[in-house]
């Protein structure tokens, strides 16, 4: 009788404690002022889910960027940046005229990618497109073997299957050859990495760093800062970055069909910016200090026989943005990118959940006669998502905004053009988790043949989907109206 009161008495305590602590973190989340949307969500899932909502509160709820959990502070490759990205600034504002004709357009948005990401406006001599896996991968695979010096490889998700046993493979032959090489992996994107796989490269020579990678008996407030940005530099020369992980489904599709995506090989000073980040986010993992190496920036030289590609310059900004940035980068030139459209914009995006500023700016766009269309795949790998996705569609159609639901396979691009002149190519996706948590990368082009490729396959690609008609989308059913209303309270926390 005794120990049953007792148990009830502790029951009882335990819940006053979790309510007493609920109602303390709302009152502070709602003194911060911050998005309401995301405040009224942690707020539902703290009082409604008691234990397990202070659990997920502690663990992927909290904003590290302005606490600096992850400080570029005193890292030499980003001190570079940001010089060089300051003495650009300065000398742009000086005379803009600098810019000239092609870029003259776009100074708004060049000059708050130099402030508030310190990215560097870079020239580049070619900017290829890849618009599967298979293609990106092989062209990945290629660049390795012809690695003379050096490979930094970074990747969400790196699996212990054909295609990874394939890379693998081939960077421990690399290092073997005596050339350096470098494997940065995300500790939960990769968390069914074995150990005899990781040891093979260990074993190999290859140097590899896994990011901030979960250990059950050390649970961590980091558990939600992933590192979601795919890069390939190889001798400091030639870069990849895009949608492509290193995995099976990527190179030979899934259950349901074809894996679609979009990556992109840059040659030009972009490679330098690449390779800044890819050493900045090897300091955070390692949690070392490491010393600027000049090798890893070489004077880049051109391939005989290729020096008519200068003639055509393709200027970019790669931008990068995480809990170690000090604004939203990505986020915030996404908004411009958008506020700043004259004729149309078209987006692909295999998760849509956004932040309230960008999803008032699509639709403002719309409103404004600009043609706005926007990809999403028909199924997405997440339901949640999916549901979160689906319940912005009835507002954006009545905006104007066009949307079309991929059906052949799954598209996994991160994609934005505008007004045929600028697109935005990278890892993040359209919604608050790449905005506000991960760690992402993106290339801002400034150039008409980029954004013309973009939008030529864009149009291709509408052959294999469905146009949502408004009338068949008000007649779905009440259960699928409640899912998504139900997800889209949660969208923030997705």
Known sequence: MWQGNTWQIISVVLYIMNMVLAIFISTALILKKQDPVKTLSWVMVLILLPYIGILLYAFVGQNFRKKKIYSRKGIADYNLRKKTSAKQLETLKASPEQLGNELLPFKKIIFQNLKNSHTVLDNNYSIEFFFSGVSALDAMYRAIEEAKNHIHLQSYIIENDLTGNRFKDLLVKKAKEGLEVMVMYDGVGSIGLKKNFINELKNGSVEVIPFAPVRIFMPTSKLNYRNHRKILVVDGTTGFIGGVNIADRYY??????????????????????????????????????????????????????????????????????????????????????????????????????????ILNAIKIAALSDIDVRIMLPEKSDTKLVQYGTMSFVGELLDAGVRIYLFKNGFNHSKVISIDGNMSIVGSANMDVRSFEHNFEIMAVIYNRQCADTIEKKFIEDTRYCDLINMNKWKRRGKLEKVKESFARLLSPLL
């Open 252 to 357: 030979y599709g899934t259950s349901e069909g074809d894996w679609h995506d979009t990556h992109i090989k840059i040659t030009g000073t972009s490679v330098f910016s690449l390779q800044a980040c890819f050493m900045m986010d090897r300091h955070f993992a390692m949690n070392r200090r490491f010393r600027f190496k000049r090798k890893y920036y070489p004077e880049l030289k051109l391939k005989e026989g290729e020096a008519h590609i200068v003639k055509n310059n393709i200027y970019s900004q790669i931008i990068s943005s995480g809990p170690d940035s000090d604004w939203a980068s990505i986020m915030q030139c996404y908004f411009s990118a958008i506020t700043s459209a004259q004729s149309h914009i078209y987006i692909v995006s295999p998760y849509f959940t956004p932040c309230e500023s």
